[in-house]
């Protein structure tokens, strides 16, 4: 009988330094016309020994300026009248965050979003409708380094048949939900948690290097579009699933 230790997961270098994890609930489901109704950032400090993290969770809810559907409403919860007498301006908001994201960014620390495109692309076009400096202009460069759990299991289990949504992820990859999904904060800690987990199980992400995640994840987002749009045309849909990440070519 074998008397050796358990081997502890080898991390890709860029998963055991700090983490921003990032995510918005909104008032619809088109990043480029709808907007921002709460915002999570979950900053998780360096792996420690034993597999420990300092956490700190800043949360804002926001008032768009615009009503929120019903149907928006009952994903994240947040009805027009509390986002008008709790919120604060989104301009304001917007101008915290994007500072955030962008300390994070130009520090080398990977910022993590489940589904990045969405809540970056929001996130962009929010910014310039309000005349806020995009989060482009304000570090003079692509955005970067992100990480998208999304993006990185279609990528290591692509044949793996059924949905990808964040439960569906939670559930493949044995990371207990304690609450609802849909609060920004919770979809957060649980985006960084399936993160951690799948790198524990696909060696092949510990082979991406940090200055590699987003031309990395950019060419398996392309090689996973191509294909989903080839099965859109292919059942007589319109394959209009966008081809780049973490942006569109035309924002």
């Known amino acids: 009988m074998s008397t050796d230790a358990p081997q502890t997961p080898t991390f890709p270098e860029w998963l055991e330094g700090p983490l921003l994890g990032f995510d918005t609930e909104t008032t619809g489901v088109s990043p480029t016309s709808d907007r921002l109704v709460t915002v999570a950032l979950v900053e998780r400090g360096p792996l420690q020994d034993g597999g420990s993290r300092a956490q700190r969770t800043t949360t804002w809810l926001a008032d768009p300026g615009v009503e929120i559907p019903p149907a928006a409403t009952a994903i994240h919860g947040v009805t027009t009248e509390r986002a008008r007498t709790e919120g604060r301006p989104v301009a304001e908001v917007l101008q915290e965050v994007a500072e955030r ?29 309000h005349g806020l400096p995009t989060l482009r202009a304000r570090l003079g460069r692509e955005l970067g380094p992100v990480v998208d759990p999304l993006v990185l299991d279609r990528a290591v289990d692509r044949w793996r048949k059924g949905k990808r949504t964040l439960g569906d992820l939670s559930a493949v990859y044995g990371v207990q939900v304690l609450d609802d999904l849909h609060t920004a904060e919770v979809d957060v800690e649980v985006t960084l948690d399936v993160l951690e ?55």
């Open 101 to 129: 994201l962008c300390q994070a960014m130009a520090a080398g620390t990977p910022v993590v979003a489940f589904n990045a495109a969405f809540d970056l692309t929001l996130l962009e076009s929010e910014l310039a409708r």
């Open 197 to 251: 987990a799948m790198a524990a199980r696909h060696a092949a992400l510990s082979r991406v290097r940090a200055e590699e995640l987003v031309s990395w994840q950019a060419r398996a987002h392309r090689t996973w579009a191509e294909s989903f749009n080839r099965w859109l045309e292919s059942k007589g849909r319109t394959p209009d699933v966008q081809l780049e990440w973490p942006l569109p070519a035309n924002l």
